[in-house]
């Protein structure tokens, strides 16, 4: 079974403070990983995949199997980084499995 | 392009009442989607078309029907409509799969009272 755990339901930062949004995945093959994010009174989005090692708006995330977890991070966060932050899982089908979300505030 | 579409944004329905929400897309993407997001539970996936004329079930696909006659549209439907339907409902659409981003509507609040 495919499963995403994102535990952190709220985090809350200080603007210029490091954030790490957590993602756990449960997948027996190879995953694609994924962050979608949905700030306030837009579209859920693509921030960033982990097959493109790309760095979107200061974020990265890094595929680690071993501890099959696919982290978010930002060295200093900015008050527009304040979002809904979804991880989702593509293992095997068309089918994207997403966590419940972490709902970051990056306070002044 | 206008992206994905949704309509209607919003819509309060009667238990057993029937309706049809509308999603259209015009960047030529041949899988579609459709999900609900409940609060705090993330998105769940209803049904899913890999082209015009496929479709196929998700993680909750109970009371709900999808048809896919044309590549730019992907109706959900509601034939009785109930309380435990109340969720937000999003469609998205992307080209083939294999990475590649979702691109989602706007979004469909519905209410079943």
């Known amino acids: 079974a495919q499963r995403v755990t994102q535990p952190e339901k709220l985090l809350s930062v200080f603007k210029g403070a490091p954030v790490e949004l957590k993602c756990n995945y449960s997948?027996?093959?190879?995953?694609?990983l994924f962050w979608y994010v949905q700030y306030s009174r837009q579209r859920l989005q693509l921030l960033l995949r982990h097959i493109s090692r790309e760095s979107i708006k200061g974020f990265t995330a890094d595929l680690n199997k071993g501890e099959t977890s696919f982290h978010l991070k930002k060295p200093f966060a900015q008050e527009e980084d304040s979002a809904m932050y979804y991880c989702?899982?593509?293992?095997?089908?068309?089918?994207?499995?997403f966590g419940k979300g972490t709902k970051l505030t990056v306070n002044p | 392009n206008a992206g994905v579409t949704q309509t209607p944004k919003f819509r309060i329905l009667k238990i057993g009442q029937s309706m049809t929400l509308q999603c259209a897309q015009d960047m030529n993407h041949n899988y579609m989607y459709w999900y609900r997001q409940d609060p705090g539970m993330g998105l769940k996936l209803i049904y899913y078309?890999?082209?015009?004329?496929?479709?196929d079930k998700g993680e909750v696909p109970n009371g709900y029907n999808v048809s896919r006659s044309t590549t730019e549209d992907f109706p959900l439907r509601l034939e009785l409509a109930a309380p435990s339907q109340t969720s937000v409902y999003f469609c998205?659409?992307?080209?083939?799969?294999?990475?590649?981003?979702?691109?989602f509507g706007p979004g469909t609040r519905l209410t079943v009272l």
């Open positions: 997948y027996s093959g190879s995953p694609e």
């Open positions: 998205a659409s992307s080209y083939r799969n294999s990475y590649n981003e979702q691109f």
């Open positions: 989702a899982l593509k293992g095997g089908s068309e089918k994207l499995v």
């Open positions: 078309s890999v082209g015009a004329g496929i479709t």
